[in-house]
């Protein structure tokens, strides 16, 4: 069979089963989004994309960061990032992928163990299996398991730095980290807590930091800019020698195109924003309440705490039917299937975004009761 006919029966197979992925354009309310500040269309990055224009920042690198696209705005914004997260250095990258890639594919050396939740991101275990250390999984969210592998790895005659890697808000569950419970576990055998906060920056911790802050351990955070901070790229925040690794080693920081200056001009001023604005942070945390009440109250919910709200609907084409249901009632919702997640917990992943109002919370809510009640 020739490669063209293999891949044509690969797609069909998916069809079948429910799972064949189109692009689709946006549509409705946004319930679909990370934009979860409404800062990604906003006046405020409109103004300082003029401003940027008119100090005449380049609208692109033109190569890697060591090959001359290295710009003052890229070592401004990493100077900046580092102050307000924290940290003694930052790096900022083409996007959240390709800096989580790199954490995992670098930092972990060989003889090292990387205990990970068994949810975390796609672009962690991509980084991972690039890389030379051993790797183990534990159940969501279970302290107690990481302890355990932890502890059984060393008592087998594991001698290496252990990394553990947790999502401060998990992008499909919605829910938090124990995150005090991992630093206090990190403490004990001085491993290295890695935090991927990229749906908790500029929404949960002081002036949207995320929630790894005040953790009393040695943390490596992930903070993505094209989510709540509406623009695009990742910055990586830790100890300078960490960054300094990683711009002598990471592949792909190395031999990527450079994130455009204009792009790190716009993220400076989304950071700003964070500071200059706390009202964008209480109305989204306002958004949020209200949503997980409306969805209890009308759906018979209990979401999490935070803007993510799964809705767990069965198969996988009982998912698509609900999505593409209330996509033409004018909400666009997206339905999430394996292997995004996990075999049988196809999903709705309801968004509380900046660009929606109480009253289209209440509809969406009302209008999903009505579809589950009446779709088989």
Same mark, same amino acid.
């Given at each position: ?31 679909? /989004?990370?934009?979860? #500040? ?22 692109? /690198? ?18 900046? %990032? ?67 592998? #932890? ?23 919605? $829910? ?35 929630? %790894? ?15 709540? #901070?509406?623009? /695009?790229?990742? #910055?990586?925040?830790? %100890? ?75 198969? $996988? ?60």
């Amino acid at each position: 069979m020739s490669a063209p006919e293999r891949l044509s029966d690969a797609l069909a197979a998916l069809a079948a089963r429910g799972r064949l992925r189109h692009l689709a354009p946006a549509g409705g309310l946004d319930f679909a /989004s990370n934009d979860y #500040l409404g800062l990604a269309g906003s006046h405020l990055l409109r103004v300082a994309a003029a401003k940027a224009l008119a100090r005449e920042v380049p609208l692109g /690198s033109g190569g890697s960061r060591l090959l001359r696209g290295n710009h003052p705005e890229h070592e401004a914004l990493e100077a900046e %990032a580092a102050a307000f997260f924290g940290t003694e250095a930052a790096l900022y990258m083409g996007g959240g992928f390709q800096a989580n890639q790199a954490i995992f594919a670098t930092l972990p050396a060989q003889g090292d163990l990387v205990l990970h939740d068994a949810l975390i991101h796609a672009s962690a275990h991509e980084g991972m299996r690039l890389g030379r250390a051993e790797t183990r999984a534990f159940p969501h969210n279970d302290v107690a398991a990481a302890g355990t592998l #932890l502890r059984d790895w060393r008592r087998a005659g594991g001698r290496g730095q252990v990394w553990i890697a947790v999502e401060s808000v998990y992008s499909m569950e919605g $829910d938090l980290a124990p995150r005090a419970d991992f630093a206090a576990l990190a403490r004990e055998d001085g491993a290295i807590l890695v935090v991927d906060e990229a749906h908790a920056t500029g929404v949960f911790g002081p002036q949207g930091r995320g929630l %790894a802050q005040g953790l009393n351990a040695r943390v490596l955070s992930l903070h993505t800019c094209g989510k709540a #901070l509406g623009v /695009s790229g990742g #910055l990586i925040c830790g %100890a300078r020698v960490m960054i300094d690794t990683l711009v002598n080693r990471a592949r792909p920081f190395i031999f990527a195109t450079a994130p455009a200056p204009f792009s790190a001009a716009l993220v400076r001023a989304a950071l700003a924003a964070l500071q200059e604005h706390p009202t964008l942070i209480r109305a989204a945390q306002d958004r949020i309440a209200f949503a997980r009440t409306e969805a209890q109250r009308l759906c018979g919910l209990a979401p999490p705490n935070s803007q993510i709200i799964p809705v767990l609907t069965g198969t $996988d084409a009982r998912t698509m039917t609900l999505a593409h249901a209330l996509q033409a009632q004018g909400f666009d919702v997206r339905g999430i299937r394996p292997p995004t997640v996990p075999r049988g917990t196809a999903r709705l992943r309801i968004s509380i975004t900046g660009g929606v109002e109480r009253s289209d919370i209440t509809a969406l809510f009302t209008t999903l009761a009505a579809l589950q009640d009446t779709t088989p």
